[in-house]
T-cell receptor
Framework: RKEVEQDPGPFNVPEGATVAFNCTYS??????FFWYRQDCRKEPKLLMS???SGNEDGRFTAQLNRASQYISLLIRDSKLSDSATYLC?????????????FGKGTTLSVSS | NAGVTQTPKFRVLKTGQSMTLLCAQDMNHEYMYWYRQDPGMGLRLIHY???????AKGEVPDGYNVSRLKKQNFLLGLESAAPSQTSVYFC?????????FGPGTRLTVL
């Protein structure tokens, strides 16, 4: 089983749609969880951290289920500018520092 | 405040050539990382450093060496480039869990 698994998509949705991305991770000792966004041919950037209590940032909601080792990202009222690849990321408990394990990403395309 | 910068942005090498990729950060971060990103593979950690003068291997370290002589710089070296090292290389730095990435170096090995 890969350490972080995501549905690669692509997800093609119209503007205004609600879209959900899912992610599973294999190491139950992972402590921190994130969603990063990567635009085409650009570097990844932190979108939001994910907490067990769930957290929301505007149109974006992230949730974590530690028991199921499952992370989700919900995007409401999709905008054209949301088109990107969304990377599910967990910390690696086997390495010093704050090494991150990245999923392969889920591609979202929002059309007008 | 430039954040994380990488030099060069693009490079084409022949098999067997050597080169060094430079990463610099001006945020006074302790931790720095080198990743490679390949189609269908996601980002994979090559080497990382938890402070000046220290380095450690990541997931895919073979064929690469690194040095962290100054806190702000993290160098990635390819001693004898191979076509399998054709990739996009990202450097990142952090003080806590959020990592800040450079713009990447696109390397092609012929």
């Amino acid at each position: 089983r890969k350490e972080v698994e995501q549905d690669p998509g692509p997800f093609n949705v119209p503007e205004g749609a609600t879209v959900a991305f899912n992610c599973t991770y294999s190491n139950s000792a992972s402590q921190s969880f994130f969603w990063y966004r990567q635009d085409c041919r650009k570097e990844p950037k932190l979108l939001m951290s994910v907490y067990s209590s769930g957290n929301e940032d505007g149109r974006f909601t992230a949730q974590l289920n530690r028991a199921s080792q499952y992370i989700s990202l919900l995007i409401r009222d999709s905008k054209l500018s949301d088109s990107a690849t969304y990377l599910c990321v967990v910390t690696s408990p086997n390495q010093a520092g704050t090494a991150l394990i990245f999923g392969k990403g889920t591609t979202l395309s929002v059309s007008s | 405040n430039a954040g994380v910068t990488q030099t060069p942005k693009f490079r084409v090498l022949k098999t067997g050539q050597s080169m060094t990729l430079l990463c610099a950060q001006d945020m006074n971060h302790e931790y720095m990382y080198w990743y490679r990103q390949d189609p269908g593979m996601g980002l994979r950690l090559i080497h990382y450093s938890v402070g000046e003068g220290t380095t450690a291997k990541g997931e895919v370290p073979d064929g690469y060496n690194v040095s962290r002589l100054k806190k702000q710089n993290f160098l990635l070296g390819l001693e004898s480039a191979a076509p399998s090292q054709t990739s996009v290389y990202f450097c990142a730095s952090s003080t806590n869990n959020e990592q800040f990435f450079g713009p990447g170096t696109r390397l092609t090995v012929l």
